[in-house]
């Protein structure tokens, strides 16, 4: 394939925070004649993949799968359970929660949207407040992103539930796992989670391409009373043909085969060890940014992505001159600042099918990087996150 006139030599670096790196096993396991979606075989594939996918939730609850991006999901959150002028919370906690803002606003949803500064998540004590001073119950739904990618802020979702209990209030909880799932620690139905959203292109070792809906019984009782249009991402259908293993559109049927090896995967290697994993290379790689010099945009340690870091470049440097540096001279793309931090920050993905080695080489990239666009840094960086890793 030609992607450029360039010849390279070695494999690129795909450092982004998602897409990630598809592993071989995952790869091997899509080469693989597509089959009759309405045959007997594909009703195996389907029912092993519907109930093993709540594995990765944590949830003995139904989770519904779409051929669609994240996007796809987030608005099947919205239109399944929710009806016109209804009014819901949400956060800005960076550029995805801002789109998410910008679908509900779509459907004329009536949003108390909390303003933020980029370098923090969801305040459990504002969810909190903002639910005890409704007291007549107008509030429908909290939407949340556990981890938001355009910042690399985890929001704590255990704690916002806690938030929640305390307060009685009947509103149901919708949470952004596009980003943490498979990568962060996450429990769809131990932290009562109503709609949980994934993507299959980040922590879960998949091309772009599958959208989830991890969804409550509680949802289900929403779903019976909402009125907002929904045809592609209606629920009911798609619980109905699941019971037997099938779909009632075409599936995604080789990114199924796909998600059947990557569950594989995350269960051998033991979800608790994947988290570990992700923790460790973050820590390793904050040591790194945090020696270089340069300043980490999320601001409390509580709160550090494990899936991806965003840097902070000095006033007066380009962090996207920074990223065309390392890309053109060391075949490696991390990931861009969007909207709000455009210029000012650089994301380095660190999650998926990621180990030491791969950590070296991408702190190495950086490194170089800083070195040869003439960033002020510190040297030595790469060495201080090898100790940590030893
Ligand atoms: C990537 C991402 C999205 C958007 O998903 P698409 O697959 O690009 O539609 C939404 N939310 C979060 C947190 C993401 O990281």
């Not at 071989?24 to 007997?40: E, N, S």
């Not at 429908?140 to 802020?153: D, L, M, Q, Y």
């Not at 909880?173 to 932290?191: A, N, P, R």
């Not at 380009?318 to 001279?329: E, G, H, M, P, S």
Request: hydrophobic fraction near 40%; charged fraction near 25%.
């Amino acid at each position: 394939m030609a992607i450029s006139n360039n010849i390279r030599a070695g494999r690129h670096f795909l450092q982004i925070p998602g897409p990630t790196n598809v592993p071989d096993r995952v790869l091997r396991a899509m080469d693989y004649p597509t089959m009759d979606h309405r045959g007997p075989d594909f009703a195996d594939l389907g029912l092993r993949v519907l109930d093993r996918i709540k594995l990765i939730f944590k949830t003995s609850e139904p989770v519904i799968i779409f051929p669609a991006s994240g996007t796809g999901a987030w608005e099947a959150a919205i239109v399944n359970t929710l009806s016109a002028g209804d009014k819901i919370l949400m956060f800005e906690t960076g550029h995805f929660s801002t789109l998410w803002y910008d679908i509900a606003d779509k459907f004329k949803l009536k949003i108390d949207f909390v303003k933020g500064d980029w370098r923090t998540g969801v305040d459990p004590n504002i969810v909190e407040q903002k639910l005890k001073e409704d007291k007549d119950n107008t509030i429908k739904a909290v939407c949340v992103v556990h981890n938001e990618t355009s910042t690399g802020v985890t929001s704590r979702i255990g704690e916002i539930r806690k938030a929640m209990d305390n307060t009685n209030h009947p509103a149901l909880l919708f949470v952004d796992t596009i980003s943490s799932l498979g990568s962060i620690d996450y429990k769809h139905e131990e932290w009562k989670v109503d709609v949980t959203v994934g993507g299959s292109q980040k922590g879960l070792l998949l091309p772009p391409g599958l959208s989830f809906n991890a969804i409550s019984s509680k949802a289900i009782e929403a779903y019976k009373v909402s009125d907002l249009p929904k045809s592609y991402w209606d629920w009911e259908p798609m619980l109905e043909n699941n019971k037997k293993g099938y779909f009632p559109y075409t599936p995604a049927t080789n990114l199924l085969y796909g998600l059947d090896e990557a569950i594989n995967m995350l269960t051998e290697e033991g979800l608790e060890n994947v988290f570990a994993r992700h923790k460790r290379f973050a820590e390793a790689t904050r040591i790194a940014v945090n020696s270089w010099g340069l300043e980490i945009l999320c601001k409390n340690p509580s709160e550090y992505s494990d899936s991806l870091t965003a840097v902070l470049v000095p006033d007066g440097h380009d962090a996207d001159f920074l990223r065309k540096t390392i890309l053109d001279n060391y075949n490696m793309s991390l990931g861009t600042g969007l909207a709000k931090v455009a210029g000012k920050v650089f994301r380095i993905g660190h999650l998926g099918d990621f180990n030491e080695l791969m950590l070296a080489g991408t702190l190495a990239g950086v490194e170089m990087g800083l070195m040869k666009s003439k960033i002020p840094y510190q040297k030595g960086g790469i060495l201080k996150a090898l100790e940590y890793l030893c």
